[in-house]
C-alpha cells in the first residue's frame, strides 16, 4: 500500500491523514454518504484503522535494527535515539502511556513481542470502547443503537451480492436518501408519499408507508413490519433469506418512490 510506504520509520505515529484514506476508500468502495459517521465505516466492515498495521511494521522494523550487530550504524543510531527518548522512541512511549505499559530496549529487542501484542491488544480494547460510545452519543442515528453489531458485519463477506452490501449498509445506517435528514436545515422531513404525517425516515419507507406495502407484501408476506420485526431483520435474525428480501424491497420500493418524488415531493 503505497500510503504506508515507509511506515516501518513513521508507523508508531497517529496521523489522521492516513486514517482519512482508508475512510474514502470505504466510502467509495460500498457508494456510501459523505455524512456516513466513521465509528459506521469501522463497525460494519470490521475495519480496524491503519495505525494499527503501520504500527506492527514499525515495530518489527525496530525489532529487527535492534537485532542487528552492534557495528551497524542503524543500530548503533537507534540505540542512540533510545538513550536520549528522542523521535520515534518518544512517540512510542507517548503510545505506551496512554495504555500503563512499560517500554524498554529488552522489551523491544524481544524475538517474539510479546510487548507488541500486548499493546495492539490494549489498543484494539481502547478503539472498541471508544466505537461504542461514539454509537451511545449519536445524535442523528438513532436506529443504530438498536442492532446487533457484533454481528453486524455477517452480511459483508465474498459470497454476498455487492448491490445488497451497499443496500444493507445504507438501511442498517440510515443512510438512504429519505426526506427525514435530521443534519440538514431547511428541509421538510415528512413522508410526501402517503397522508400519516409522520417523518420518512428508514422504518417508515421499509415497514410503514402504505403506499409501498405491496412491495412489503411482496418480500415480507405482510403490508406493515413492527418495530422489532424490523429490527430483527437488519439483524439478519429472521432467516437466512431476510436480508435478501430487505434487498429486494429496498431496491423495488426506492425506485417506485423516486418515480412518485419526481412528480411531487416538499424537498424537489
Ligand atoms: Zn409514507
Known amino acids: 500500500m503505497v500510503m504506508c510506504y ?3 520509520v513513521w508507523g508508531g505515529e497517529e496521523h489522521d491523514e492516513v486514517e482519512k484514506l482508508q475512510r474514502y476508500f470505504l466510502k467509495k468502495l460500498y457508494k456510501l454518504p459523505n455524512n456516513t459517521p466513521n465509528y459506521m465505516l469501522f463497525l460494519e466492515t470490521s475495519s480496524q484503522p491503519l495505525y494499527n498495521y503501520t504500527l506492527r511494521l514499525h515495530v518489527n522494523y525496530l525489532n529487527k535494527v535492534l537485532n542487528q550487530s552492534p557495528d551497524r550504524l542503524t543500530n548503533f543510531l537507534a540505540k542512540i535515539i533510545i538513550e536520549n527518548k528522542l523521535s520515534w522512541y518518544k512517540a512510542l512511549l507517548v503510545q505506551a502511556g496512554k495504555y500503563n505499559l512499560e517500554i524498554s530496549v529488552s522489551l523491544l529487542m524481544d524475538r517474539h513481542l510479546r510487548w507488541l501484542k500486548d499493546f495492539i491488544g490494549k489498543l ?3 478503539q472498541a470502547t471508544i466505537l461504542q460510545e461514539k454509537v451511545i452519543n ?3 442515528h438513532k436506529q443504530y443503537k438498536c442492532l446487533d453489531l457484533a454481528g453486524g458485519s455477517r452480511y459483508i463477506n ?5 448491490h445488497l452490501i451497499q443496500t444493507i449498509f445504507r438501511v442498517r445506517g440510515e443512510l438512504l436518501e429519505l426526506n427525514y435528514q435530521p443534519w440538514k436545515r431547511d428541509r421538510i422531513f415528512m413522508c410526501s408519499l402517503c397522508n400519516m404525517n409522520v417523518n420518512e425516515d428508514t422504518y417508515h ?3 410503514v408507508c402504505p403506499v409501498l406495502k405491496e412491495f412489503r407484501l411482496r418480500s415480507f408476506g405482510k403490508k406493515r413490519l413492527e418495530w422489532q420485526e424490523y429490527i430483527d431483520i437488519l439483524n439478519g435474525n429472521n432467516d437466512v433469506n431476510s436480508l435478501n428480501n430487505l434487498y429486494k424491497y429496498v431496491r423495488d420500493a426506492y425506485s417506485y418512490r423516486k418515480m412518485l418524488c419526481s412528480e411531487f415531493n416538499y424537498n424537489n
Do not use: I, K, L, R
Not at 158 to 162: E, I, K, L, V, Y
Open 6 to 8: 515507509g511506515a516501518q
Open 124 to 126: 484494539c480494547e481502547q
Open 138 to 140: 449519536s445524535e442523528f
Open 158 to 162: 465474498d459470497s454476498s451480492n455487492f
Open 205 to 207: 419507507f421499509v415497514s
